[in-house]
Nanobody, 118 residues
């Protein structure tokens, strides 16, 4: 079993920055991929970014490319998502997720709220 705990959400002005963190514990050796998703009110959950744990390859949704940059700390099994130039389309509950070598993300955090004021 793997547990994920997010932190770092909050309120920021448009154009500002936040950094989300996702710490993993438990059977982390089995993890292949760590991702971030978000869900705004009335909308479906959408992919934001992911990082392949071995090798560090990263992938981003078009809407966040150039503004969000994933990084990781292998020693603490933590993934960071610095978010810059936040705009009114970014507010949502952000969830971190993890998976082993299967297509679906099996592990999810509790979510952290990001709010952007204009």
């Amino acid at each position: 079993q793997v547990s994920l705990v997010e932190s770092g959400g909050g309120l920021v002005q448009a154009g500002g920055s936040l950094r989300l963190s996702c710490a993993a514990s438990g059977r982390t050796f089995s993890l292949y991929d760590r991702g971030w998703f978000r869900q705004a009110p009335g909308k479906e959950r959408e992919f934001v970014a992911r990082i392949r744990w071995s090798g560090g390859s990263t992938y981003y949704a078009d809407s966040v490319k150039g503004r969000f940059t994933l990084s990781r700390d292998n020693a603490t099994n933590t993934v960071y998502l610095p978010m810059n130039s936040l705009n009114p389309e970014d507010p949502a509950v952000y969830y971190c997720a993890a998976r082993s070598r299967i297509p679906q993300y099996a592990y999810w955090g509790q979510g952290t709220q990001v709010t952007v004021s204009s």
